[in-house]
């Protein structure tokens, strides 16, 4: 056991304390043995996962995908391929989350443009339209 004590382990995975109890908690890091003084050691590996889950959370994965794919690191029967699909997965979610942040671009561009910026609030045509009830698809 290499005996990295909680603080260490946060400031070299790059994440608080908080951080690391709510990963042990959600299944992401397992519960570190203790002390005869109570404290929680961690062994290298720790770090290492702690990077890993923020490396993934960076290119998009939940915290429950990536609780799956440290589930593939360590069965045997996992391939690439299986690897693979999840990122192929990932990318076809970015992909519908980038035409979905584009039509909100276009309706918020048609919204400004109505809008010349004078008179009261009350005849902001960007609010009267946040206020109607049936929206056109955008």
């Known amino acids: 056991?290499?005996?990295?004590?909680s603080g260490e382990v946060a400031k070299k995975g790059g994440v608080n304390l908080e951080t690391i109890r709510y990963y042990e908690r959600r299944g992401l890091l397992p519960k570190p043995p203790r002390?005869?003084?109570?404290?929680r050691?961690?062994?290298?590996?720790?770090?290492r996962r702690l990077r890993f889950i923020k490396h993934a959370q960076e290119l998009g994965f939940s915290l429950k995908e990536i609780k799956e794919l440290l589930?593939?690191?360590?069965?045997?029967?996992?391939?690439?391929?299986?690897?693979?699909k999840r990122a192929?997965?990932?990318i076809a979610?970015?992909?519908q989350k980038l035409r979905a942040l584009r039509a909100m671009k276009r309706a918020l561009v048609r919204l400004t443009a109505?809008?010349?910026?004078r008179g009261?609030?009350?005849a902001c045509p960007i609010l009267e339209s946040l206020d109607h009830e049936e929206r056109e698809a955008w």
């Open 35 to 39: 002390t005869a003084a109570g404290y």
């Open 1 to 5: 056991m290499d005996g990295l004590k």
């Open 41 to 47: 050691t961690f062994g290298t590996d720790a770090v």
């Open 88 to 90: 192929e997965a990932r």
């Open 120 to 122: 009261p609030v009350s």
């Open 93 to 95: 979610d970015i992909d």
């Open 114 to 117: 109505a809008c010349v910026g």
């Open 71 to 84: 589930a593939l690191r360590v069965d045997a029967r996992t391939s690439c391929a299986d690897v693979r």
